[in-house]
T-cell receptor, first 113, second 116 residues
């Protein structure tokens, strides 16, 4: 158990809809990262937050947004969903004890039909 | 440009034997870090081992060791005494840092199958 929790584990929704994925980092970690894993694109970095502030953006679509709250949990919002958004979405966290390791949550599997 | 290259889409190994999974990387930064993660069929990403570019010795964690050859820009994962439970996808990743931001850049992965 990495200590990172993600909800829900599975999500099935229709095209055009909006969903919110939630992540709670390990206790003591200030950084939260979101990654997308799809068959065609592999594992791709989406966005990083550090203590509530956005720090880095990767290949994140404009239809996607994220935030990190004062209690350090994070949410990834995906809107106007398309079939191609079907993927496994991971949250990771790091920073405790000044270590570099990113610990991943179990992921949310999103299926857009 | 691809920064992490894993040239072995699939590897097979007999139980109890050692196996090496290849990873080469490309960066012009003098300070970087390399990770290996394991992803079993259940989907979770499990951190295995980390090597910093300035670390003098190769990293080891139990049956996992990292064969770090800086001049060749390679960071191969060695799994000793393979077990059936080692069957999984293995991803090599590089830590990229720019200012206050950081991210992991992943390779495409190697699927390891351990045969009894």
């Amino acid at each position: 158990d990495s200590g990172v929790t993600q909800t829900p584990k599975h999500l099935i929704t229709a095209t055009g809809q909006r969903v919110t994925l939630r992540c709670s980092p390990r206790s003591g970690d200030l950084s939260v990262y979101w990654y997308q894993q799809s068959l065609d694109q592999g594992l791709q970095f989406l966005i990083q937050y550090y203590n509530g502030e956005e720090r880095a953006k990767g290949n994140i679509l404009e239809r996607f947004s994220a935030q990190q709250f004062p209690d350090l949990h994070s949410e990834l919002n995906l809107s106007s969903l398309e079939l191609g958004d079907s993927a496994l979405y991971f949250c990771a966290s790091s920073g405790r004890d000044n270590s570099y390791e990113q610990y991943f949550g179990p992921g949310t599997r999103l299926t857009v039909t | 440009a691809q920064k992490i290259t894993q040239t072995q889409p699939g590897m097979f190994v007999q139980e109890k034997e050692a196996v090496t999974l290849d990873c080469t990387y490309d960066t012009s930064d003098p300070s970087y870090g390399l990770f290996w993660y394991k992803q079993p069929s259940s989907g979770e990403m499990i951190f295995l081992i980390y090597q910093g570019s300035y670390d003098q010795q190769n990293a080891t964690e139990g049956r996992y060791s990292l064969n770090f050859q800086k001049a060749r820009k390679s960071a191969n994962l060695v799994i000793s005494a393979s077990q059936l439970g080692d069957s999984a996808m293995y991803f090599c990743a590089m830590r990229e840092v720019q200012g206050g931001s950081e991210k992991l850049v992943f390779g495409k992965g190697t699927k390891l199958t351990v045969n009894p």
